[in-house]
């Protein structure tokens, strides 16, 4: 499924809304999905989430579990429950403009 940025950018996400192609992604669509996917504001907790996320799918390939998320991003799993309700390893993905991590639902 296509689909077009505020800016007119067409980008390709799956049906979930997920991102096919990260490159496609940057910084200003952040704010836009998070409150489309009822987040507020981004916080510097939130971005630190993002950056990891977006690094790890980089450079591994896929997106980090909720437990190796919880572990290595410097949020504590409980925190990242409170940051992004509905499951964080997901929506963090999401905002983070990378595929839908494995093993969720």
């Known amino acids: ?3 077009t940025t505020p800016l007119g950018s067409p980008i390709e996400l799956d049906p979930e809304g997920f991102f096919l192609r990260p490159e496609q992604w940057d910084e200003t669509m ?3 999905i998070a409150r489309e996917n009822g987040i ?3 916080t510097e907790r939130h971005w630190q989430v ?3 996320m977006r690094h790890s799918y980089l450079t591994t390939g896929s997106a980090p579990s909720i437990r190796t998320l919880g572990k290595a ?3 504590p799993v409980k925190e990242l429950y409170q940051l992004f309700p509905k499951g964080p390893a997901k929506l963090a993905a999401k905002i983070a403009g990378i595929p839908k991590p494995r093993g969720c639902i």
Do not use: K, Q, R
Request: proline content about 7%; hydrophobic content about 45%.
């Open 1 to 3: 499924m296509t689909t």
């Open 30 to 32: 952040a704010e836009p």
């Open 40 to 42: 507020g504001a981004l």
């Open 50 to 52: 993002i950056n990891f």
């Open 73 to 75: 991003s410097g949020v």
